[in-house]
């Protein structure tokens, strides 16, 4: 009986859920045209069912002449107040440098819009806190662009530790290595600018996935440091948040790891996991891809992860297959709570505990010391 129930109210939800689609397509705004813009947004919201890329904000010539190409249905405008003032945009995407997104996810609330920000949310948790506190008064979806959930090898990872197939975990560590000896010219990421550095923009993804899978720390501790000759900004950092379960989660990223080591590795007290290898969404998309047929966002066997445990009293060593990724359910999940039927998954307040997070690891770094998590 409790089967049959289940099974009715999932029906239910879903000719609700087509029935809202067939009568409402939520017309989309994107802020930004850069790299954020052009690989991580346009081609994933072009893809989900129900929503339309409607008018793309670009300045330079070389991105306006692209979006135009790439997006012939788009109407492609230089100003702010093109996006903001269409009564028929229902959403707006920032997708623009870290130091405007308040002021502009601002804005495009009191516009009256449901906003989408590309991660990290903003520069300082006041500000977030305030972005909260417009979208309830607004009545508007918020929420923040952390597709790295949608990740093969986080989903894997999670997926893992549902089952508990490690025990209890003792140390969990994820990694982004990069080797980008040479700064970048022309570029305000590599400009020492509020909200610029590797903490912000990596670090925000791993802050995320942490937080995700273990929620709020009691302490952060942090290294962070300008590794580049003539760098400006933060290009490595070691960053560890102490849970009261005795858990230990080492985030690390750099720009100067001409080898990188594993992307994840987890211990516990019945075995370990160890997953080398990035997700194959991100590569994809900056070659042009667009997410389409069933082998979309999964990873090749050479990158699955090694499993080492004990299971009823037998050691169990071998690859586990990776989740697929597919970065389409983030946008899929913004869709569906703007249609009111289904619960958002990227919380603004989530976002916010990331920045709190990066505030107290900049302080951490400074003091040499370990801050408590308020």
């Known amino acids: 009986m409790i089967l049959y129930w289940r099974q009715m109210h999932a029906a239910i939800r879903k000719y609700r859920k087509d029935l809202l689609m067939t009568n409402r397509t939520i017309n989309i705004g994107l802020l930004g045209f850069g790299m954020a813009g052009r690989v991580f947004h346009a081609p994933i919201v072009s893809a989900v069912d129900g929503l339309k890329l409607s008018k793309i904000k670009a300045t330079r010539s070389e991105s306006i002449a692209l979006a135009r190409v790439l997006y012939p249905d788009a109407a492609v405008v230089t100003d702010t107040s093109s996006v903001l003032e269409d009564p028929e945009i229902d959403m707006v995407i920032v997708a623009t440098a870290n130091d405007t997104h308040f002021e502009l996810a601002k804005a495009a609330l009191q516009a009256g819009k449901h906003v989408v920000v590309e991660k990290p949310f903003t520069v300082t948790s006041s500000e977030a806190s305030e972005l909260i506190e417009l979208a309830k008064s607004q009545g508007r979806l918020l929420t923040v662009y952390q597709n790295r959930r949608w990740d093969s090898d986080f989903r894997t990872v999670k997926k893992l530790l549902e089952n508990k197939l490690l025990g209890r975990l003792v140390e969990y560590e994820a990694h982004f290595d990069r080797f980008r000896p040479i700064p970048a010219s022309s570029t305000w990421k590599e400009e020492d600018l509020p909200g610029t550095g590797i903490l912000y923009d990596l670090g925000a993804h791993l802050i995320d996935q942490a937080l995700v899978l273990f929620g709020t720390p009691q302490q952060v ?154």
């Not at 070691?238 to 080492?250: E, V």
């Open 221 to 374: 501790y942090a290294d962070l440091r300008t590794q580049r000759s003539g760098g400006k900004i933060t290009d490595s950092f070691d960053l560890t948040l102490y849970y009261a379960s005795g858990l230990k989660a080492i985030l690390k990223a750099g720009m100067l790891v001409r080898q990188p080591g594993p992307r994840f590795m987890l211990s516990g007290d019945k075995g370990s996991f160890v997953k080398h290898g990035l997700d194959v969404q991100e590569a994809a998309l900056k070659a042009g891809f667009a997410p389409s047929g069933a082998d979309w966002g999964l990873e090749p066997e050479e990158i699955w992860g090694k499993l080492d445990t004990e299971l009823n009293g037998q050691q169990l060593i071998g690859k586990i297959k990776s989740e697929p990724g597919d970065y389409r359910g983030f946008y899929e999940n913004v869709r569906d709570a703007v249609l009111g039927i289904a619960e958002l998954e990227v919380k603004p307040e989530q976002a916010l505990n990331t920045i709190r997070i990066i505030e107290l690891a900049m302080q951490s770094s400074q003091e040499g010391k370990a801050m408590a998590f308020d």
